[in-house]
């Protein structure tokens, strides 16, 4: 072999990982991306999702919308049906995981169908009550709970819902289940809840805040391991001595399976670009919705973290007793 030939094999070598690369990649993004948003238009999903994609478009060399579609099932099923190209990625909160459990029958492989390219938010949920509940605090309101268990009703946005799991925990810490209300996002329960139709909600805190500031309704803790600074006086739960109603309203964002590893490597950076955004940090900071640690971005902490909040809703649900289909 030549010397010329050698070094031809050589640089052909090197740039053999190169080439995988761009053949995975292309001139990936060259047109618009789509985010849907894993949960009612305007709800706290729809929310997150508009802030986010908001900052992703200063990101990406593309525009970034958002397509808002409800109903548990019917946003994950779009995107593992979608085409893994990385032009249609979900942002969906901690109910993907809690599906896994609550839909014995699913119509997509769970964890399978879906590639985790980070966590974009951690949001405390409130635990509150109608403005005429008689509790004082959270010790209170969780006798109330344990004495009179049925009789009292709790407002959710579906079995799938933040307000859901949260409520869950509540109940199975003051050993008694309430009666479960179900409506169509969360926004149309705290309305009956503001109207002392309905006892209680636990809801997250970028819903329930604007309320609390103007005492319409009654605020007993929220389940972040330290209090909120938008909420100073409010106790977490494992200070008012419920340590096992711990839960963040977490939102991640996923693309199809099977879409390219570099796709994935891309939108995963931009993302984590995105979260050091100044109008995205203040958004969430009017919002009191956290932007995740460093340790808890990324595409390996979000491929780690995803199975095992399926596998930490499990018992909790199973213990419920209450599915979905």
Request: a positive charge; one cysteine or more.
């Amino acid at each position: 072999m030549t010397t010329t030939s050698r070094r031809a094999l050589l640089a052909a070598t090197l740039l053999a990982p190169a080439v995988a690369r761009a053949q995975g990649s292309g001139d990936y993004p060259n047109r618009p991306v789509t985010i849907i948003a894993a949960g009612a238009a305007g709800g706290p999903t729809d929310t997150i999702t508009r802030i986010v994609a908001d900052a992703l478009g200063r990101v990406l060399p593309v525009p970034v919308v958002v397509e808002a579609i409800g109903g548990s099932l019917v946003a994950p099923q779009k995107l593992v049906n979608s085409r893994p190209d990385g032009y249609t990625i979900m942002n969906q909160n901690v109910g993907l995981c809690a599906a896994a459990t609550l839909y014995r029958r699913l119509p997509f492989p769970m964890p399978g169908g879906f590639a985790p390219l980070g966590v974009v938010s951690d949001a405390a949920m409130t635990v509150v009550a109608r403005p005429g509940f008689a509790a004082t605090d959270m010790q209170q309101l969780m006798a109330t709970l344990k004495r009179e268990g049925d009789k009292l009703n709790l407002a959710t946005a579906g079995l799938s819902s933040s307000a859901n799991l949260c409520g869950l925990l509540v109940q199975q810490a003051a050993g008694a289940g309430a009666t479960t209300v179900v409506f169509r996002g969360t926004g149309p329960a705290i309305g009956e809840v503001m109207a002392d139709r309905i006892d209680l909600i636990c809801d997250q805190a970028t819903n329930t805040i604007p309320y609390i500031r103007e005492n319409r309704i009654k605020v007993y803790a929220v389940t972040s391991p330290q209090r909120l600074p938008g909420l100073p006086n409010v106790p977490t739960t494992a200070e008012a001595g419920f340590p096992s109603i711990d839960m963040s309203a977490w939102h991640g964002i996923y693309a199809p399976a099977g879409t390219p590893e570099p796709i994935q490597q891309r939108l995963s950076d931009a993302i984590i670009q995105a979260l050091k955004d100044e109008k995205l940090r203040a958004r969430f900071a009017e919002l009191l919705t956290n932007i995740p640690a460093p340790e808890r971005q990324g595409l390996a902490f979000h491929r780690r973290f995803f199975p095992e909040e399926i596998a930490r809703w499990r018992p909790v649900i199973q213990a419920a007793g209450a599915y979905a289909d």
